[in-house]
């Protein structure tokens, strides 16, 4: 079992930085791959970037694709979201999910466990 909570949401202009954490509680959170996905009014969750375990191997979405940057500390049991050069679109609720699993994942159905989601909102 894993708890999840994110935390780093805010408002931010087009073109600026934030960076998201998701601390995990619980067991064997080293072991999991954990992703990040962002939903906003009225449209899909969609995936974001997601890291493994096993390597810390990355796979981002097209859209945020060198602009976006996930890394973990498993020491910690942490996972972070570097999110730069943000544009309007970005906006949306931002999740980190994870699953006890060594595959690379970047659909939400795959994953067991959710934070609540941290607001991202960025301004023209």
């Known amino acids: 079992q894993v708890q999840l909570v994110e935390s780093g949401g805010g408002l931010v202009q087009a073109g600026g930085s934030l960076r998201l954490s998701c601390a995990a509680s619980?067991?064997?959170?080293?072991?999991?791959?954990v992703g990040w996905f962002r939903q906003a009014p009225g449209k899909e969750r969609e995936f974001v970037g997601t890291?493994?375990?096993?390597?810390?191997?990355?796979t981002y979405a097209d859209s945020v694709k060198g602009r976006f940057t996930v890394s973990r500390d498993n020491a910690k049991n942490m996972v972070y979201l570097q999110m730069n050069s943000l544009k309007p679109e970005d906006t949306a609720v931002y999740y980190c999910?994870?699953?006890?699993?060594?595959?690379?994942?970047?659909?939400?159905?795959?994953?067991?466990?959710w934070g609540q989601g941290t607001q991202v909102t960025v301004s023209s």
């Open positions: 999910a994870a699953k006890y699993s060594t595959a690379i994942l970047v659909t939400p159905e795959r994953y067991d466990y």
């Open positions: 619980g067991r064997g959170f080293s072991s999991a791959t």
């Open positions: 890291i493994s375990w096993i390597g810390g191997r990355t």
